[in-house]
C-alpha cells in the first residue's frame, strides 16, 4: 500500500494555468507507472495523463492534449501535471494514481492506487 498526496489545485480564470503535484510520501514513485484522472459532477472519472516509469513514454486524453504535459522527477519522488491554457469544462477532481506494472495505462482499473484528489476550477 501507497500513500499518494496531491497538491496544486485552485481556481483559476479560463487561459490560466496551473500544475499540480503527486508525491509518495516514503515510496519510490520511480518504481511505478503513474497516471492523472479528474472526475467531474456527475462524470465518469476520465484519464487525463499517463506516464511510464522511466517517463519515457505518456499519453494524453483527447481533450488535454497539447494543452497538458505529464513529467516526473525521480530525484523529487514527484509527478507533475501542468495545465495551461485551461477551460472552464477542465472544472473536476485530480487524481493520482499509481500501478507496479510496467508500461502506461489508460484505464482506470489498471491502477492499484489512489490519492484523495485535488480541486480544480476553471472560471469563465
Known amino acids: 500500500q501507497i500513500e499518494l498526496v496531491e497538491s496544486g489545485g485552485g481556481l483559476v480564470q479560463g487561459g490560466g494555468s496551473l500544475r499540480l503535484s503527486c508525491t509518495g510520501p516514503g515510496r519510490q514513485l520511480s518504481r511505478y507507472a503513474m497516471g492523472w484522472f479528474r472526475q467531474a459532477p456527475g462524470q465518469e472519472r476520465e484519464l487525463v495523463a499517463t506516464i511510464s516509469r522511466s517517463g519515457g513514454s505518456t499519453r494524453y486524453g483527447d481533450s488535454v492534449k497539447g494543452r497538458f504535459t505529464i513529467s516526473r522527477d525521480h530525484n523529487k519522488n514527484t509527478v507533475y501535471l501542468q495545465m495551461n491554457n485551461l477551460k472552464p469544462e477542465d472544472t473536476a477532481v485530480y487524481y493520482c494514481?499509481?500501478?507496479?506494472?510496467?508500461?502506461?495505462?489508460?484505464?482506470?482499473?489498471?491502477?492499484?492506487?489512489w490519492g484523495q484528489g485535488t480541486q480544480v476550477t476553471v472560471s469563465s
Open positions: 494514481a499509481a500501478t507496479q506494472r510496467a508500461g502506461v495505462f489508460i484505464q482506470k482499473v489498471d491502477y492499484n492506487y
